[in-house]
């Protein structure tokens, strides 16, 4: 009984938490587009955000394999600094390669401060030597933050 009547304030607090969150869509906010760069027959290298300040914006059940990461865009706060997860990666269409093949994967966190009206891309190149994404300015390609490199597997293999 008593830990019913401590269940109750706490979940009523919880909820009115939630609703103390302001909708991005109300405030002065930038637009955030994954893109994605098609490969061979199988494979699509996809650049999306992931998270945007500690929210998850990827759906709970991801995209059919041949809608992920394209034409994605997100919401984000403007006039104040945000924190963006960020990955790049080679997806397959075939599920053993997906399954059994390097996806030469490349992920970290931006932070930056977009303005209000802008459009903004996560872009990338994937490569078995290295592979790179970032944030640009869609109007003038200008990088936001930082990128973020992760060398490849063969970049570390020894040379013969």
Avoid at 37 to 48: A, E, M, P
Avoid at 55 to 62: E, K, M, W
Wanted: aromatic content about 4%; charged content about 20%.
């Amino acid at each position: 009984m008593r830990l019913a009547a401590l269940s109750l304030p706490l979940l009523s607090l919880a909820l009115a938490a939630c609703q103390a969150l302001p909708d991005v869509a109300t405030l002065p906010h930038a637009t955030l587009a994954a893109s994605h760069v098609d490969g061979d027959g199988d494979r699509v290298d996809i650049f999306r955000a992931t998270e945007i300040d500690g929210r998850g914006v990827l759906p709970l059940t991801d995209q059919p394999a041949k809608l992920i990461g394209k034409d994605a865009s997100d919401l984000v706060p403007a006039g104040h600094g945000v924190r963006v997860e960020v990955e790049g990666l080679a997806f397959y269409q075939n599920t053993v390669r997906r399954m059994f093949w390097d996806a030469m994967r490349t992920h970290g966190e931006i932070e930056f401060v977009p303005v209000a009206g802008a459009r903004y891309i996560v872009r990338g190149t994937i490569a078995p030597e290295e592979s790179s994404v970032w944030i640009e300015d869609a109007a003038t390609h200008a990088v936001m933050g930082r990128r973020i490199v992760t060398p490849g597997k063969a970049a570390s293999a020894p040379a013969q």
